[in-house]
């Protein structure tokens, strides 16, 4: 999980932090976006909590650790 500690660090005191789902939790959103859906895939966004602030959804992703890596090489400064 060293790419948790990396996205963590990457995004410290950011507006907008890193939020990690499986698909079947957020199915109905991931469908309206039109990205491919997998039931157990892992999907990544930038949010602002409390905004309606968001980036695109990445994904899916086989690890958490893939869309951590994502977030970074997409997003991080």
Same mark, same amino acid.
Request: proline fraction near 3%.
């Given at each position: %999980?060293? $790419? #948790?500690? !990396?996205?963590? !660090?990457?995004? &410290?005191?950011?507006? %907008?932090?890193? =939020?990690?789902? /499986?698909?079947?939790?957020?199915? +109905? &959103?991931? #469908?309206? *976006?039109?990205?491919?859906?997998? +039931?157990?895939?892992?999907? @990544? /966004?930038? *949010? $602002?909590?409390?905004? %309606?602030? @968001?980036?695109?959804? =990445?994904?899916?992703? *086989?690890?958490?650790?893939?869309?951590?890596? @994502?977030?970074?090489?997409?997003?991080?400064?």
């Amino acid at each position: %999980m060293e $790419a #948790i500690r !990396k996205v963590r !660090k990457a995004f &410290a005191g950011q507006f %907008m932090q890193p =939020h990690f789902y /499986r698909g079947a939790d957020v199915e +109905e &959103a991931l #469908i309206g *976006s039109g990205i491919d859906y997998a +039931e157990d895939g892992i999907y @990544c /966004r930038l *949010s $602002a909590d409390g905004y %309606m602030d @968001c980036t695109d959804w =990445h994904g899916p992703f *086989s690890t958490i650790d893939q869309a951590a890596d @994502c977030l970074i090489e997409t997003y991080a400064d």
